[in-house]
């Protein structure tokens, strides 16, 4: 069962993820999306999607697939990406999902799409779960 308490608190409220104006969208237990509507301020010099922001949505999505089955607060420890195809189109969207679930780290693979459903990036990322 997902706990949107959890997600909302550790996810919805994040001061950096509210800025850039990502949202969230829980798919199934195990597998979130993080969707970010192109403005001005995430483009680089080209037109295109700058890649820290493409990384956050990464983080993003990945820590939400994560915390659908941890139910507990998490750090990423280590994020891969390939970068394939610059992302011009809205909206831009990451899918994470988990792949190995372990005691304390969590494994998972992570595909960003443009506003055309284009693959645009995609990485591997692991999580560690922070718990009391």
């Known amino acids: 069962m997902i706990e949107w308490d959890i997600i909302k608190d550790l996810i919805e409220k994040d001061p950096f993820i509210k800025y850039l104006g990502i949202k969230i969208n829980v798919v199934d237990t195990g597998k979130a999306e993080a969707i ?16 820290g ?10 820590g939400t697939a994560v915390i659908t089955m941890s139910k507990s607060n998490q750090v990423t420890t280590n994020l891969n990406i390939n970068y394939l195809r610059p992302i011009i189109k809205s909206p831009a ?6 792949i ?5 780290v969590y494994f998972v693979k ?6 055309d459903n284009n693959l ?3 990485g591997t990322g692991t999580w560690y779960i922070l718990r009391d």
Not at 93 to 98: I, P, S
Not at 100 to 104: A, C, D, F, I, T
Request: glycine share 14%; hydrophobic share 40%.
């Open 36 to 51: 970010l509507d192109l403005k001005e301020y995430h483009m680089r010099t080209g037109n295109m999607m700058n890649g």
């Open 53 to 62: 922001a493409i990384a956050t949505m990464m983080d993003t999505a990945g």
């Open 93 to 98: 969207r990451a899918v994470g999902e988990v």
């Open 100 to 104: 190995k679930e372990g005691k304390r």
């Open 110 to 115: 992570i595909s960003v799409y443009d506003g």
């Open 120 to 122: 645009c990036a995609f």
